[in-house]
């Protein structure tokens, strides 16, 4: 009997109001940094983000996503038995964010995991269920990614800290005699790990190193408009179709210049491409399934349809997954 996996259900979670880039301006100029609601709109579409308030950690924004997405599946957390979670800003060095979500669900004795794959966490880790449920090592997965991004952020550099918020997306991933998930390609150059990075380590008790995120946009632009096409290319091939046949795209939501240059290269129209970054600014790993549960929950995204996801960031990584619905 042909195996495969669908995504059956979706969810997301939010901390807190949204904070407009104005009120970012009025709270960064305290610092003595300068920005303007114009600057960040122009370069990168952001108009809001979110951020955690103290305390609110990764596993807890996962967690509450995991119960919508369950929700939505029509499923309770006990019939899952894997867990795997994309993120870069865990709760702790370990346990797992995954496993801290598998307590917070009381749902103990499947597998659970954490993928790092930074802005590509959730396209690795759907790979990864996907594969793990065609191998029959799993049944029924949740698939998250979490992140609290401003833990990482450097509020005195203005160049990276208006462009991330904090958030989690969920989707439940179930094995089904008929194909989801058609196709997923996944890459890393590690010799392009410091465009964008976070090189702090905990050692002997301390952090050691720069515990903030740095990164050089301009390579970044370039990199990801590269990478992007060509995995996205790659990956409806795989799957035997073209990017005429792609209903959707769900880019990583880094930049809405990234969005749109990349899309016009793969010649995808605009009205085809899910865009929230605008709304959620850039949350890394949390920043596809987000958007796709936006998506499927104000009826862009329908049964049938063929949404391609695409993932790129730190590390460097990339990857797509070609998924029907
Ligand atoms: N407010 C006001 N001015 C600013 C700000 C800010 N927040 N940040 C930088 N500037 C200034 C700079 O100081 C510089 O001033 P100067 O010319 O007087 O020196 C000027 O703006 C231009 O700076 P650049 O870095 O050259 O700006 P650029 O046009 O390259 O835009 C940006 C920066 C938006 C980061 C761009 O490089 C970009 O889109 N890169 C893609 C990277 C990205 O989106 N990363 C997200 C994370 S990575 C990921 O998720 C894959």
């Known amino acids: 009997m042909n195996r495969f996996s669908r995504i059956v259900g979706t969810g997301s979670a939010l901390p807190g109001e949204p904070v407009s880039n104005d009120d970012l301006v009025e709270r960064l100029a305290k610092l003595g940094v300068e920005t303007s609601d114009e600057w960040i709109v122009t370069r990168t579409g952001i108009r809001q983000r979110h951020f955690a308030a103290p305390g609110v950690t990764s596993s807890q924004l996962g967690a509450e996503a995991a119960r919508k997405a369950l929700s939505a599946a029509g499923m309770e957390a006990s019939e899952i038995d894997l867990i795997v979670v994309a993120t870069s800003t ?36 759907l790979a990864s269920a ?26 005195k550099d ?92 769900i880019p990583h939501q880094a930049n809405v210049r990234i969005l749109d240059a990349s899309a016009k290269r793969m010649g995808i129209p605009s009205e085809r491409v899910v865009v929230t970054v605008d709304q959620h600014a850039n949350t890394s790993a949390a920043s596809v399934p987000l958007a796709f ?15 391609l996801l695409e993932g790129v960031g730190g590390g460097f990584t990339w990857g797509a997954a070609l998924v029907r619905i």
Not at 131 to 145: C, E, F, K, P, Y
Not at 301 to 306: A, F, L, P, R
Request: proline residues 3%; contains cysteine; negative net charge.
């Open 293 to 307: 549960d936006r998506a499927t929950r104000d009826g862009r995204i329908k049964s049938g349809q063929h949404v």
């Open 90 to 125: 865990p709760d702790h060095v370990f346990p797992s964010t995954a496993c801290l979500v598998q307590k917070a669900l009381d749902a103990p004795g499947g597998a659970a995991f954490d993928v790092h794959a930074v802005c590509t966490g959730f396209v690795y880790a």
């Open 130 to 155: 996907d594969a793990m449920i065609r191998a029959g090592i799993a049944n029924r997965a949740l698939v998250i990614g979490a992140e609290v991004f401003s833990r990482i952020l450097d509020w």
């Open 158 to 249: 203005r160049s990276t800290c208006v462009l991330f918020g904090d958030g989690a997306g969920a989707v439940v991933l179930a094995a089904d005699t008929r194909p989801g998930v058609l196709a997923a390609r996944l890459h890393a150059d590690g010799r392009q790990g410091d465009v964008l990075c976070a090189t702090g380590t905990i050692s002997g008790g301390e952090v050691v190193g720069n515990p903030f995120l740095t990164m050089n946009g301009k390579a970044v632009f370039r990199l990801a408009v590269a990478v992007l096409d060509a995995v996205s290319r790659e990956t409806v091939a795989a799957a035997g179709m073209t990017l005429e046949q792609v209903d959707w795209l």
